[in-house]
């Protein structure tokens, strides 16, 4: 076995083992347990949030596999409709063409070329993760038997009138041309203005104020509203007023929506162009008129002077002419949400425009009675309120989209613009009786990506067809997500598989938060503080990582202040910790919380977690797999009495820890399952139980060789099963080595069983024994650390007050403690006797003395430790006049400063730690 663990070595190693034997497949056997991935993007690449729930679906799979259910992690991407389109569009542009151009057969081509190509990175990202996926049953949404679901679904729902095409107002991409989801916009604080404009009344007696953050929308004004209650307008609502720069009255009407504190308390109202306007605009019966054109210029419903301009442009032009006609009252700086598409970064314009839409509220009412009876459970509980407060005022769903890269709506039109829906030209002439010479014309539009993505739980598995995998996994088992998407995909699951299966789609629904950075600050390319995942599985060089946070930003000029962050952050740039930290890192971060924070610290301790594993097997299986004939296998059952009291301790602990497993596993809490691991793996089996075992092992009896030989490995086997799905690498490797010498055989270790509770009752009196000598250890340890005395050097103790237990224990393993704590010599001291001078520990009521006599000179050690404070308190003094001067804040580099507080804060907790030991030493007995 290698002196050293290596992460990377191991992970190359051994996933393509496991995928090319297809043990990820399911087995046929046992109770089905599926989980369904969120489809991926083809064009993605894995970040923190995918590796994040990967991470705990994967620990979920693994755990139920081994734990002989008849498994399925479906595989499978998502097209990505626009994120596709676009990536393909930026190709073109660098070779002067556009998809115009090319004709729409041949760019649909140039995509599917592009995703041969390149479209699998993402899913190469997820083998390094680990990620126990199904490979072979991998799906596509634009796969033929996913699209042949697709249509299926929209050609039954707009048979039921549960589709139809509408005019309504939607949130329009500009650049990219297409109605986009309110997922696809990311709204975000910039500064602007706040523009009062002058109104005048029809009668001529004055006019009102207005203000607007968007001046240029004003030509599209149907009205002018005020809160029915605003005592300084109820005397004119009911006038009208002359529309500026126009030719059209408008107006004044009285609605509840409008925040009379808000601007002047008048509200312009442009129904086509703003959606609490389009409300308004139900409301009151008013018309809209349309402004914009597909890339929002002014159409020809604006006056003539402003037809053909840009919206920006024509804003200045009309802010201009509305001052020249002195009806510009004020403009004062605001600042305000500005919502911009997350593919093109363009300002989203509503828009209303002609397009498909799903009728969902008969869809929604099933789905609210499925959580509302149990059928599907929420965890955390609490994201049950939000799913239905969405549901209960659930709006009609936009599905058409206009690009070309995605699942082509099935309709065809006749000359007269009548609609025919069926799965194609000819099955639509047969289903209408419409003769070859009457022209038909496909819709241009596609499906909007969460369409297909709604019918996953099922389409991935054969449906329509009634296959037995359909029958087999459906309904899934639990659904691993993100919050932010309760609205956009597991509502419309739940709407689709209750439609289309008479079933829920999953049992069970668990939330995740957000991976945020140590900060708790959103992860963006424009903060620096974005960590990719296999930087920190491969680790990066500081140059190659300054590139790749600097490469591609919005706005270029950040480029010096992200690369100064990433200096300080990181200045000998992110070392490899290898996946398996990682992924331990995760399953201990997955709380019930709804952001998490992202530490590189922690990260870093689950490294040299995965070290102290490796080399407590080292340690094992140096001590129990060379020995000589005589000595029984260790795989051979040793009875329970014949184990002496560390034996049947960790063997205790080991149950309990067994059964603390299965019950936060149960629960969902992924963070206190790793907890629980951690703390028994490092502090109990490596720090305590290997310890104990060098007596045995060192003694000359062979019976107690022979327990604690096969309680080694017996525990570390059972613990390397139980440690898999959270880090299924390095418990492989291991197990390997491990498993001949248990009597385990198998080709794999995600094949055996997991480790299940023990009926029998822990033994508690034997638990609190051992705590009790664990105490007693660590108090004459921490003697020695606070007194500075040497750990190998032999010391004799003092004990006194002493139960009569403690009398009895100490007598019991007076071995162990003379091993362990280094001593020559134990002494009980009469109650009343006295005692040298001595530093001491208690345990309970048991007092533990060290006499220092020949071990320190107390008046030597103080005057030292007198003078170590002394000049350390000098250059703290200095350190911290350093920080209070302008001279140097105001100029040095901020890594130089960062550098300063560092040093300053160590040198406090150093002079911290030098009093308190005076302190110590003064209070010898």
């Not at 990536?87 to 140039?110: N, P, S, Y």
């Not at 899913?123 to 038997?145: H, I, K, N, P, V």
């Not at 001291?829 to 530093?839: G, I």
């Not at 350390?872 to 100029?891: I, W």
Request: charged residues 20%; glycine residues 6%; negative net charge.
């Amino acid at each position: 076995m290698d002196k050293t663990y290596h992460p990377q070595t191991i992970e190359h190693y051994w996933y393509p083992i496991w995928e090319n034997q297809d043990y990820f497949a399911p087995t046929g056997q046992g109770q089905p347990y599926c989980i369904m991935i969120p489809p991926p993007n083809v064009t993605g690449t894995l970040h923190m949030g995918h590796s994040f729930q990967d991470t705990l679906m994967d620990l979920l799979i693994r755990y139920h596999r081994m734990s002989g259910h008849n498994t399925l992690w479906q595989a499978g991407t998502d097209h990505a409709g626009i994120a596709t389109q676009m990536v393909v569009e930026r190709q073109l542009l660098a070779q002067g063409l556009t998809r115009h151009q090319l004709g729409r057969d041949t760019f649909i081509q140039k995509v599917w070329e592009w995703k041969a190509l390149s479209g699998g990175h993402i899913t190469r990202q997820l083998r390094r993760m680990g990620a126990s996926l199904d490979w072979a049953s991998e799906r596509f949404t634009l796969d033929e038997g996913l699209s042949r679901a697709v249509q299926t679904v929209f050609i039954q729902l707009y048979e039921e009138g549960l589709i139809y095409r509408g005019q309504r107002l939607v949130n329009w991409d500009p650049v990219l041309h297409t109605a986009v989801s309110d997922l696809e916009v990311v709204s975000q604080e910039e500064k602007g203005a706040l523009w009062h404009l002058r109104y005048p009344l029809q009668n001529g007696t004055g006019y009102v104020e207005v203000a607007t953050t968007r001046p240029e929308t004003m030509l599209g004004d149907m009205a002018v509203a005020v809160h029915p209650e605003d005592e300084r307008y109820q005397h004119l609502i009911g006038q009208h007023l002359i529309l500026p720069l126009t030719d059209r009255h408008i107006p004044i009407i009285a609605d509840t929506h409008i925040d009379p504190s808000f601007g002047t308390g008048c509200v312009k109202i442009t129904p086509a162009h703003d959606f609490n306007d389009y409300a308004i605009a139900q409301r009151h019966q008013l018309p809209l008129l349309n402004l914009f054109t597909p890339d929002a210029k002014l159409n020809d419903n604006a006056p003539l002077a402003y037809r053909g301009l840009d919206r920006f442009v024509a804003r200045k032009r009309i802010v201009a002419d509305l001052e020249h006609a002195g009806l510009l009252a004020a403009i004062h700086p605001h600042t305000l949400m500005v919502p911009r598409g997350d593919r093109s970064h363009a300002i989203i314009e509503p828009l209303l425009t002609d397009q498909w839409y799903v009728k969902v509220a008969p869809l929604a009412a099933p789905a609210i009675q499925a959580v509302q009876a149990g059928h599907i459970r929420f965890i955390p509980e609490n994201w049950a309120k939000t799913y239905f407060d969405w549901m209960e005022n659930i709006q009609d769903w936009c599905i058409s989209r206009q690009i070309w890269w995605g699942h082509r709506i099935p309709a065809w039109y006749d000359p007269q613009g009548q609609i025919y829906v069926a799965s194609d030209e000819a099955a639509a002439r047969q289903k209408y009786q419409l003769p070859d010479s009457l022209p038909l014309t496909q819709d241009s539009d596609v499906l909007d990506t969460w369409f297909s993505s709604a019918l996953w739980p099922f389409s991935t598995l054969g449906w329509p067809e009634p296959t037995e995998r359909l029958a087999t996994f459906y309904p899934t088992s639990v659904l691993v997500t993100g919050f932010d998407i309760i609205f956009f995909w597991v509502a419309r699951m739940i709407m689709m598989g209750l439609k289309f299966q008479g079933q829920v789609p999953f049992r069970e629904v668990y939330i995740h938060g957000l991976i945020r950075d140590s900060e708790g600050q959103k992860m963006s390319k424009s903060k620096g503080n974005v960590l990719d995942p296999l930087d920190l599985i491969d680790g990066i060089d500081l140059t190659s990582l300054i590139a790749k946070r600097t490469t591609g930003l919005m706005q270029p000029d950040m480029a010096p202040r992200i690369e100064q962050i990433t200096r300080q952050q990181f200045p000998e740039g992110i070392p490899a910790f290898g996946t398996d930290a990682l992924r331990f890192t995760f399953a201990a971060l997955a709380s019930t919380g709804r952001d998490i924070r992202f530490e590189l610290g922690r990260i870093e301790g689950y490294r040299n977690f995965c070290n102290k594993l490796w080399n407590a097997s080292r340690y094992v299986i140096m001590n129990t797999s060379a020995q000589n004939d005589s000595t029984p296998p260790n795989s051979d059952p040793v009875p329970w009495d014949s184990l002496a009291l560390p034996e049947r301790w960790i063997l205790t602990r080991l149950y309990q820890t067994i059964a603390q497993v299965h019950q936060h596993l149960s629960a969902y809490r992924f963070d206190l399952m790793a907890q629980t691991l951690y703390e028994f793996t490092w502090n109990e089996y490596c720090d305590w139980y290997l310890e104990f075992s060098k007596s045995a092992l060192q003694s000359h009896s062979v019976p107690a060789q022979q327990a604690t030989r096969y309680t080694l490995i017996q525990v570390l086997e059972t613990l390397l099963r139980l440690l898999h799905p959270i880090i299924p690498f390095i418990t492989e490797e291991l197990w390997q080595k491990i498993a001949p010498l248990a009597g385990k055989t198998g080709p794999t270790l995600l094949q055996q069983p997991y480790p299940q509770p023990s009926p029998e009752l822990p033994d508690l009196n034997l638990i609190q024994e051992i705590e009790w000598l664990k105490q007693v250890i660590l108090g004459i340890r921490r003697i020695r650390a606070e007194m500075n005395i040497a750990p190998g050097k032999p010391l004799s103790i003092l004990l006194q007050q002493g139960t009569e237990t403690d009398r009895q224990r100490i007598a019991s393993h007076q071995s162990r403690l003379i091993n362990l704590a280094r001593l020559e010599s134990i002494t009980w001291l009469d109650a009343t006797a006295p005692t040298p001078e001595s530093a001491y520990a208690l345990v309970d009521e048991l007092r533990i003395l060290i006499p220092l006599a020949g071990l320190i000179d107390k008046t030597v050690e103080l005057n030292r430790l007198q003078r170590e404070t002394q000049k350390l308190r000098k250059d703290l003094e200095k350190g911290q006049a350093k920080l209070q001067n302008p001279q140097f804040t105001d100029k040095a580099p901020a890594e130089i400063i960062e550098r300063e507080r560092e040093r300053v804060g160590k040198m406090e907790i150093a002079l911290q730690e030098l009093e308190a030991q005076i302190l110590r030493i003064q209070a010898l007995v």
